[in-house]
């Protein structure tokens, strides 16, 4: 069964403004909408699933060859396009964007002005949301939450109930989980597993640059340095340090630095 249809209303939309979109009205009660009630803009019958649940509301947009079925909604200014899905019960609103070949179902959200694009999966109990992107083949899933102004990209994972918030940027073969915290400028990348907070530490602004060093441990249970343009295990760092800066006061707090992320950071 049919359970919209179109109204004749069409815009253009698209980053070339050169995509046509038209607006839905419902042909039947289904799920909260009922018949009559107007819906969003798509630009084919494909883009929204006649079975189920799944609804375009408000000003929100479905092109390309993006899909939305399942229990699905996309409301408010949100716009799902190219070879996007949306699907089960996730939620895509505010002004957030999912597209390329990004899935989001499960119960996930995605919401804000988050962007969601490449070969991405969110899915689970996820958010993104505020500033936050998630792309490459990186995957979001679990109870996660990824916000803020945070990245996630490369073909990295967090899962469980990880948060990765701020400023921070997590990438390469990266895995967050449990009940692991990147946040503030924090960069994670390469092969890092972080699954509690003490797997990781942030300090700065310091050092010669007067920005910010992270240490994290990786899945060989070694402590990884990011620090400016080097990345490496910690006992490479120091040499690197020593080579550089020798004894000057710079060497002394890269080494301080250093000496506290062995304290801290819990490699058992």
């Known amino acids: 069964m049919r359970k919209y249809e179109f109204t004749g209303e069409a815009k253009k939309t698209g980053c070339f403004g050169d995509i046509t979109v038209r607006r839905i009205r419902a042909a039947i009660s289904f799920g909260t909408v009922r018949a009559g009630d107007l819906g969003g803009w798509i630009a084919k019958e494909e883009n929204l699933a006649h079975d189920a649940n799944a609804w375009v509301y408000g000003n929100a947009e479905v092109y390309g060859d993006a899909k939305v079925y399942g229990n699905a909604k996309v409301y408010g200014d949100a716009k799902v396009w190219e070879n996007a899905n949306v699907w089960g019960n996730a939620n895509v609103w505010g002004n957030a964007e999912v597209y390329d070949n990004a899935e989001v179902y499960g119960d996930a959200?995605?919401?804000?002005?988050?962007?969601?694009?490449?070969?991405?999966?969110?899915?689970?109990?996820?958010?993104?949301?505020?500033?936050?992107?998630?792309?490459?083949?990186?995957?979001?899933?679990?109870?996660?939450?990824?916000?803020?102004?945070?990245?996630?990209?490369?073909?990295?994972?967090?899962?469980?109930?990880?948060?990765?918030?701020?400023?921070?940027?997590?990438?390469?073969?990266?895995e967050v989980y449990g009940n692991a915290e990147v946040c503030g400028n924090a960069e994670v990348c390469l092969n890092a597993e972080i699954s509690q907070k003490n797997h990781l530490l942030v300090i700065g602004p310091a050092g010669s640059r007067n920005s910010f060093t992270t240490f994290f441990?990786?899945?060989?249970?070694?402590?990884?340095?990011r620090c400016g343009c080097f990345l490496g295990n910690i006992n490479r760092f120091l040499e690197k340090v020593e080579e550089t800066h020798g004894d000057s006061k710079y060497a002394l707090v890269y080494r301080a630095a250093a000496e506290v992320a062995r304290i801290h950071i819990d490699k058992n």
């Open 217 to 225: 441990l990786d899945k060989n249970n070694e402590i990884i340095v």
């Open 109 to 174: 959200n995605v919401w804000g002005n988050a962007k969601v694009w490449g070969n991405v999966k969110v899915c689970g109990n996820a958010d993104v949301y505020g500033n936050a992107e998630v792309y490459d083949n990186a995957e979001v899933y679990g109870d996660a939450n990824v916000w803020g102004n945070a990245e996630v990209c490369g073909n990295a994972e967090v899962y469980g109930n990880a948060e990765v918030y701020g400023n921070a940027d997590v990438y390469g073969n990266a």
